[in-house]
């Protein structure tokens, strides 16, 4: 069998960078440089086409890291007795975080349950304000486009509580 041309050229590179099992990096402009998979490939010209050619040169695609303070505005579901929407003010350290909710005058430390490069999961422990605000619910964040997608779940005399928002650097 000689070497496919035309059409059966494409089917034969779309098998090949398909059965890698993941989506490739597109070629936007010529001698730009993608890291796909840890090594690095260099768009070229190939007729008309733009294509990505394995370059042999590992490659790390830098994580916006969680750690810092983060701040933003919560949504409750169902709404407590001070409101729907209010305040957040999280600092995420290496191992554990703190929790502010200005707007209703309460907040505490929340203890690390699980983390990786782009997530982290944490128990809150209300320190002061347990009147107002809800004690020992579960934090999930994740780092999405330089932003942390912020999710609360607990519940209070046996009612299930979820409070979502979008947290950015101030």
């Known amino acids: 069998m000689g070497r496919p041309t035309g059409l059966g050229a494409i089917i034969f590179a779309i098998s090949i960078f398909g059965a890698t099992g993941e989506a490739f990096s597109q070629c936007v402009r010529e001698g730009e440089e993608l890291c796909q998979g840890g090594q690095t ?12 050619i394995f370059q042999n040169a ?11 303070a983060w701040v933003g505005n919560g949504h409750q579901s169902p709404a407590g007795a001070s409101g729907a929407d209010w305040s957040i003010a999280m600092t995420i350290n290496e191992g554990g975080a703190s929790i502010d909710y200005p707007s209703l005058g309460c907040g505490g430390s929340l203890s690390e349950i699980s ?10 422990s209300i320190t002061y ?3 107002i605000c809800i004690d020992g619910g579960t934090i999930t964040v994740r780092s999405f486009k330089g932003n942390l997608s912020w999710v609360w779940v607990g519940q209070a005399a046996g009612q299930p509580y979820n409070a979502v928002a979008v947290l950015t650097r101030p």
């Open 129 to 131: 304000g347990q009147d």
């Open 58 to 68: 590992p490659c790390v695609v830098n994580v916006p890291s969680l750690a810092g």
């Open 115 to 124: 983390r990786d490069d782009t997530s982290a999961e944490y128990r809150e």
């Open 41 to 52: 490939y260099r768009c070229e010209k190939n007729g008309s086409e733009l294509t990505p």
